[in-house]
């Protein structure tokens, strides 16, 4: 299957900094990418969709100027905490559909806020 | 998309087969059945999707009931590695990368010794 890739794998941060997480589609190109987040014991919940040459989509109750999204190319997509605070530490995946539609996920990226 | 149904959690005997249903009774004729798994710390893996058909891969079969209101995973020989959280997910398929996927609480697969 596909392969879409995430970095970092994880990291750690002082609350009030920023953090990017990268998500790369290694053997395709997707025009939209999706980014989810994952409390834990919970199941994933989507936070936005990523559209290449366009504006994300956001969820209802996710706040567009603190979860930055860019989706620089056809291969790539990045989601930016910006001034990220305890409660933002969880477990954020990323996404992409192959060319049949079926969606293929990252490996995940576990942000810990201190 | 239509809404799932599973059970929490299941246990299997290693060398088993795995079976995990999944009840989509609102399904419409335009969706497709996709099941994924999480192992612990992982991102979600894709295993298999069907329409109406029933489908295998080097994965899993995929069983679906001829009214499509329910479906059953096979995993024929489970092994621990197979401990996972497995998805049922109910969306419309083929072509269109606008539709993301909705995630249910899914199957707590325990594979034991």
């Known amino acids: 299957g596909a392969v879409v890739s995430q970095h970092p794998s994880w990291v750690i941060c002082k609350s009030g900094t920023s953090v990017k997480i990268e998500c790369r589609s290694l053997d395709f190109q997707a025009t939209t990418m999706f980014w989810y987040r994952q409390f834990p014991k919970q199941s994933l919940m989507l936070m936005a969709t990523s559209n290449e040459g366009s504006k994300a989509t956001y969820e209802q109750g996710v706040e567009k100027d603190k979860f930055l999204i860019n989706h620089a190319s056809l291969t790539l997509s990045t989601l930016t905490v910006t001034s990220a605070h305890p409660e933002d530490s969880s477990f954020y995946i990323c996404?992409?559909?192959?060319?049949?539609?079926?969606?293929?996920f990252g490996p995940g990226t576990r942000l810990t806020v201190l | 998309d239509a809404k799932t149904t599973q059970p929490t959690s299941m246990d299997c005997a290693e060398g088993r087969a795995a079976n995990l249903p999944c009840n989509h009774s609102?399904?419409?004729?335009?969706?497709?059945v996709y099941w994924y798994r999480q192992i612990h710390s992982q991102g979600p893996q894709y295993i298999i999707h069907g329409l109406k058909n029933n489908e295998t891969n080097e994965m899993a079969s995929l069983i679906i009931t001829e009214d499509r209101k329910s479906s059953t995973l096979i995993l024929p020989h489970a092994t621990l590695r197979d401990t996972a959280v497995y998805y049922c997910?109910?969306?419309?398929?083929?072509?269109?990368?606008?539709?993301?996927?909705?995630f249910g609480g899914g199957t707590r697969l325990m594979v034991k010794p």
């Open positions: 997910i109910v969306r419309v398929g083929g072509g269109n990368a606008g539709n993301m996927l909705t």
């Open positions: 609102t399904i419409s004729g335009n969706e497709y």
């Open positions: 996404s992409a559909p192959d060319t049949v539609d079926t969606q293929y």
